[in-house]
C-alpha cells in the first residue's frame, strides 16, 4: 500500500515488533525439552503422538530448530502443555522472524491452534495450562501484531478474533 496511510501502518508495526521482542525475551525463556510420554497429549496408546515424538527424537535441545517445527507445526494438537512450553520459546521466535513472509505455514497454523473451535476448547486450555500470565500476555500480543498485518488480518481475520478472545478469556480466569 503506498500513500501516507501506508506508511504510518508500516511505522506501528515496526515499533510493535520491538517491543514484541523483548516482551518474549523475557517471558518466554527456553526450557527443558519433556521426557518421553511427558511430551504426548494422549498418554494410553496413541499412534499419532507415538510418531510425533518419534519424529522429535533427534531434537533434544533447550531450542528447537526450525526443521524440527517443521516436524510439529501441523500435529500441535498431540504435544502436552510441558510440550507446548517447551516449543513456544522457538516457535514464537520462528514467527516473530517470519512476518515478512506471506504464506507461512508456522503462523498460520499457530494461529489456528489459538483459535479452536468450541469443542476443542477444553482441551487447547489443557495444552496451554502450562502458561503464566505473562506468557499468555506476550501470546495475546502476538495476536494483535498479526491483526496490524495486511496479509494475516485479511487471511485470517475471523481467526485472529477467535484468538484473541480465546486468550484473552484465559488471561481474566
Ligand atoms: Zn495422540
Known sequence: MDGPKGRF???LCTMKSDELEQELESAFPFVDKPKGIDLSFHKDDCLHCQYLRNDLDSYADQ???????RELYNDMSCLSASGWYWVFPSYLRLCLNQEASLFSNETEYLIYNLAPESKYKEETKQRLSAFNKPQLKC??????????????????????EQAKSFISELINA
Do not use: A, C, P
Open 139 to 160: 501470546i495475546l500480543h502476538f495476536i494483535i501484531w498479526w491483526q496490524q498485518n495486511e496479509h494475516w488480518q485479511q487471511y485470517f481475520g475471523s481467526e485472529l
Open 63 to 69: 531450542h528447537l530448530s526450525k526443521d524440527g517445527i
Open 9 to 11: 501502518i508500516t511505522l
